[in-house]
C-alpha cells in the first residue's frame, strides 16, 4: 500500500476510536509516546496517549451504540519521508474541534505522534 492509503487508515481508525469508544482502535492510531495538547476556553490541556486512549474508552455507551455520527473531514495530508501532517475537522461530544496531526512511520506503521487540537465551536 502507498503511504497515503496508510496514513488514510490511520485517520480511519482515529475516527472510529471515539465513534465506538475503542481502546483497541486508538491505540492502532497513536503512537505509544503520542501526546494530545489544544485549548479549551483560556484552559491548556495536555494528555499522554495512555490518557486519550483512557477517555476515549469510558465514553459508554459509546457515540455509536446511541446512534450518533461524527463529522470526520480530512482537509490536508502532507507528507515529507517518514512523516506527515494531517489537518482533520471532527465532532465529538458535542465539540467541533479542527485537528493538526502530526505522523510519523515506524517500523513500518504510520501512527498519530501529536495531536494539536483547536475548538470551533460547540452544540447548544
Aim: aromatic content about 8%; charged content about 25%.
Amino acid at each position: 500500500m502507498s503511504d497515503e492509503i496508510d496514513i488514510k487508515a490511520t485517520l480511519q481508525a482515529y475516527c472510529d476510536c471515539m465513534l465506538e469508544s475503542s481502546a483497541e482502535k486508538a491505540n492502532t492510531a497513536f503512537h505509544s509516546n503520542a501526546k494530545v495538547t489544544g485549548h479549551i476556553g483560556s484552559t491548556l490541556h495536555e494528555m499522554t496517549a495512555e490518557a486519550f486512549v483512557a477517555l476515549v474508552a469510558s465514553q459508554q455507551p459509546s457515540p455509536k451504540e446511541k446512534g450518533e455520527t461524527l463529522l470526520f473531514e480530512v482537509l490536508s495530508i502532507e507528507t515529507a519521508g517518514k512523516t506527515a501532517v494531517a489537518r482533520v475537522r471532527d465532532s465529538y461530544q458535542g465539540t467541533t474541534y479542527l485537528d493538526t496531526l502530526s505522523l510519523i512511520k515506524d517500523e513500518g506503521r504510520w501512527s498519530i505522534y501529536t495531536k494539536l487540537f483547536h475548538v470551533e465551536g460547540t452544540s447548544s
